[in-house]
């Protein structure tokens, strides 16, 4: 996924950035180096947090976006395949990330909204 770098916050032991998307802005710890603001990167996403539908997963209208409230992040991505121990694949406008997903129902919806707190980045060095 491509990001623009819009703020970095260092702490003893993280890498905190704010970044901006084509579907939204976010916040993570970055992992690798020390980027500036303003910088463009290329970046694989990792998303910490477990997901149980219901709850911090739910049925989302068809549309990508990405957005922050507080600490929280919310995102609408596209689910593409579920297994039965609820390993998922997600699309986010393009870019595919896997997630832990308990109790999706047999027929999972085509597009997901999740809410989470654990959003790494790790640069993509081409």
Known sequence: M???INSVRKTV?????????AIGTGAA???D???AAGEKWEVELEIKDEFVYGENAKDANE??????KK??????AQLISITEDGTAIIDINGTKV???LIGCPSNPPRFIYLSFKGLNLYPVHL
Do not use: A, C, Q, R
């Not at 549309?63 to 922050?68: C, F, I, K, T, V």
């Not at 600490?71 to 609408?76: G, H, P």
């Open 2 to 4: 491509k990001v623009k």
């Open 98 to 100: 896997m997630i832990d």
């Open 33 to 35: 180096g020390i980027p």
């Open 13 to 21: 032991s993280h890498l905190h950035v704010t970044f901006s998307t």
């Open 29 to 31: 710890t970055w992992k």
């Open 63 to 68: 549309s990508y976006s990405l957005s922050m």
């Open 71 to 76: 600490d929280v992040i919310n995102l609408n």
